[in-house]
């Protein structure tokens, strides 16, 4: 089996591929703009069918023991699923636009998206709630973690692509030999970052959360002490 170092070094051979899908990452989010406001349907009902299926797989609490694994087990598995598609070649460029463009388009429409329970992001009329520093903290960190892992993922699957069409032959053996170096560096460096950055996305959300109710329960008490002090008012003219 290759050594930690190695796994290092086979992901620093893929940063030109990683950087690659970056670019196509972000034509995959700025082709969601389009898409989103031409209501292309047949392109943006798999991303928020999607989305739908893992905010109900969470729950209507958000409760962090729900969060975090759902978090991390999704994404290590789509990522080694994106690295994997190398042994079709051409499939992982592919995967990096269609990622951006499915990331951009549930971005661009999260305010339709309902929450557990049928609620609206925004159901309650004020979505300006404020959150502490460690919370914003953790959401910058998911960014640095995260994307870059997508990147050297989709990167090695794209690398592993280029070697099966110009480097050596279309074999068993060969695709074995590719698969495995990626897979045991995609397992000793990858996996560890996501299982960090799914902590700090569920600590994230986990303060969202408790901000957004803590603005709703200030909001409803402003209500309440507005309609005790009009009914104590009397009419006017006696």
Same mark, same amino acid.
């Given at each position: 089996?290759?050594? @930690?170092?190695?796994?290092?070094? @086979?992901?620093?051979?893929?940063?030109?591929?990683?950087?690659?899908?970056?670019?196509?990452?972000?034509?995959?989010?700025?082709?969601?703009?389009?898409?989103?406001?031409?209501?292309?349907?047949?392109? +943006?009902?798999?991303?928020?069918?999607?989305?739908?299926?893992?905010?109900?797989?969470?729950?209507? !609490?958000?409760?962090?023991?729900?969060?975090?694994?759902?978090?991390?087990?999704?994404?290590? /598995?789509? +990522?080694?699923?994106?690295?994997?598609?190398?042994?079709?070649?051409?499939?992982?460029?592919?995967?990096?636009?269609?990622?951006?463009?499915?990331?951009?388009?549930?971005?661009?429409?999260?305010?339709? @998206?309902?929450?557990?329970?049928?609620?609206?992001?925004?159901?309650?009329?004020?979505?300006?709630?404020?959150?502490?520093?460690?919370?914003?903290?953790?959401?910058?960190?998911?960014? /640095?973690?995260?994307?870059?892992?997508?990147?050297?993922?989709?990167?090695?699957?794209?690398?592993?692509?280029?070697?099966?069409?110009?480097?050596?032959?279309?074999?068993?053996?060969?695709?074995?030999?590719?698969?495995?170096?990626?897979?045991? $560096?995609?397992? +000793?460096? *990858? *996996?560890?970052?996501?299982?960090?950055?799914?902590? $700090?996305?569920?600590?994230?959300?986990?303060?969202?959360?408790?901000?957004? $109710?803590?603005?709703?329960?200030?909001?409803?008490?402003?209500?309440?002490?507005? !309609?005790?002090?009009?009914?104590?008012?009397?009419?006017?003219?006696?």
């Amino acid at each position: 089996m290759p050594s @930690l170092g190695e796994s290092f070094h @086979l992901l620093a051979s893929h940063w030109w591929h990683g950087v690659a899908a970056a670019v196509l990452f972000a034509a995959g989010v700025a082709t969601a703009v389009p898409v989103t406001h031409g209501k292309v349907h047949w392109l +943006m009902a798999f991303p928020l069918w999607i989305v739908r299926k893992v905010l109900r797989l969470i729950g209507p !609490e958000f409760a962090p023991w729900r969060v975090f694994p759902t978090i991390f087990v999704f994404n290590s /598995v789509a +990522m080694f699923v994106y690295m994997a598609t190398g042994v079709l070649v051409i499939v992982p460029a592919a995967v990096a636009f269609l990622t951006g463009l499915n990331i951009g388009v549930v971005v661009l429409n999260a305010g339709e @998206l309902e929450l557990p329970g049928g609620e609206l992001p925004t159901a309650d009329g004020d979505d300006s709630y404020e959150v502490a520093p460690w919370v914003s903290a953790c959401g910058l960190a998911v960014l /640095v973690l995260e994307l870059p892992s997508f990147w050297i993922s989709v990167g090695m699957g794209i690398g592993m692509g280029r070697s099966l069409a110009v480097g050596g032959p279309y074999t068993v053996g060969n695709i074995t030999r590719l698969f495995v170096e990626r897979a045991h $560096a995609y397992w +000793m460096i *990858v *996996v560890p970052v996501l299982l960090v950055s799914a902590v $700090a996305e569920t600590l994230a959300i986990r303060g969202h959360v408790r901000a957004r $109710a803590s603005a709703g329960a200030s909001t409803s008490g402003r209500h309440e002490d507005n !309609e005790e002090h009009d009914d104590e008012t009397p009419p006017d003219g006696h």
